[in-house]
């Protein structure tokens, strides 16, 4: 299985401030055909995880364009330009280039 | 606006079977392949497996041969069934829309769509 590390586990922003998650795999997820095979998704307190970012940068459709998403071969990262209130929740990121798709642990960002 | 309902019974006994239904709305489950997912208590996301309508379901190995998922295109509905519960499988399911496919190629946009998802506790 492709093993997903993220860090920090804990991220405490000030409302405004940028923030920026780092989440790393085992091993490469370049597809052949040139998509890398990465997304981003936040949990909100007490709600179901919704999807943020897909193939390493696409946007959702709905998600603000403070959240962008970077990186590529096995390194990742998830960036807020500028943290609101709204935003507090897990971030995990996920692989799926191959099955079983594999999460990261979780971020948890809260404002401070 | 496609919307993704999960039922199941809440609480199953320790070697029992737990089944859930996911009953899709808005759109067809034959253009996507169907994920289920799972969130222990106060835990991270497991990926249970996925199905799409014209192939074989892939499967978590962490749940060896417990775990079968099913579509049913007639209901528009997506099963899960997991054999031989423990407490280890206390959890909140969630059903979730995966790969789109259309005219026999597929890409990936992402789990878009999550159901609220539906407790099952195991416990006698």
């Known amino acids: 299985d492709i093993v997903m590390t993220q860090s920090p586990l804990s991220l405490p922003v000030t409302p405004g401030e940028p923030a920026s998650i780092s989440c790393r795999s085992s091993?490469?997820?370049?597809?052949?055909?040139?998509?890398?095979?990465l997304d981003w998704y936040l949990q909100k307190p007490g709600q179901s995880p919704q999807l943020l970012i897909y193939?390493?940068?696409g946007r959702a459709s709905g998600v603000p364009d403070r959240f962008s998403g970077s990186g590529s071969g096995t390194d990742f990262t998830l960036k807020i330009s500028k943290v609101e209130a709204e935003d507090v929740g897990i971030y995990y990121c996920?692989?799926?280039?191959?099955?079983?798709?594999?999460f990261g642990q979780g971020t948890n960002l809260e404002i401070k | 606006q496609v919307l993704l309902q999960e039922s199941g019974p809440g609480l199953v006994k320790p070697s029992e079977t737990l089944s859930l239904t996911c009953t899709v709305s808005?759109?067809?489950?034959?253009?996507?392949?169907w994920s289920w997912i799972r969130q222990p208590p106060g835990k991270g996301l497991e990926w249970i497996g996925n199905?799409?309508?014209?192939?074989?379901?892939r499967y978590n190995p962490s749940l060896g041969s417990r775990v079968t998922i099913s579509l049913d295109t007639s209901n528009n509905q997506v099963s899960l069934n997991l054999r031989s519960v423990t407490a280890a499988d206390t959890a909140v399911y969630y059903c979730?829309?995966?790969?789109?496919?259309?005219?026999?190629?597929?890409?990936?946009?992402?789990?878009?769509?999550w159901g609220q998802g539906t407790t099952a506790t195991v416990s006698s």
């Open positions: 996920m692989q799926a280039l191959e099955t079983p798709r594999t």
């Open positions: 808005g759109g067809s489950i034959t253009t996507h392949y």
């Open positions: 091993q490469s997820l370049l597809h052949s055909n040139g998509n890398i095979y």
């Open positions: 193939l390493g940068s």
């Open positions: 979730v829309r995966g790969r789109y496919c259309s005219g026999g190629r597929c890409a990936w946009y992402g789990m878009d769509v």
């Open positions: 199905m799409y309508h014209t192939e074989y379901a």
